[in-house]
């Protein structure tokens, strides 16, 4: 994670955001708030337990409720990631801290 918070960071980003049930976004809102970034967290609607939700609040982190699952968080943390600034740490992929467009990096 503070790979991710790094390179958003070299981007000029100033927004990080993460699709999670727990653990990964008390992680980014942690390293995000150390970093002076806003974290906006996007959760499943009721599959969350309340100790975790918690967890990922700071002073700069918004926790936003999706109707669905995982997946359905996830896939709108990706829309939100692409159509703006909010960089997205992309966790699942061999070379997880580039956005699409910074290939040539």
């Keep these: ?7 958003a960071r070299h981007l000029g980003c100033t927004v990080v955001a993460c699709a999670s049930t727990g653990n990964t976004s008390a992680s980014l809102a942690a390293y995000g708030a150390l970093a002076g970034m806003s974290v906006w967290v996007f959760v499943p609607e009721g599959k969350i337990a ?3 939700a ?8 918004a926790t936003l ?3 669905g699952d995982f997946d359905a968080a996830m896939d709108l943390v ?16 061999p070379v997880p801290y580039r956005r699409p467009e910074d290939h040539h990096l």
């Design 78 to 93: 990706q829309q939100v990631c692409d159509d703006s600034d909010i960089y997205l740490p992309k966790l699942d992929q």
């Design 65 to 67: 409720q999706v109707r």
């Design 54 to 61: 918690g967890a990922g609040a700071g002073v700069r982190s």
């Design 1 to 7: 994670m503070t790979v991710g918070i790094t390179q």
């Design 50 to 52: 309340l100790g975790q």
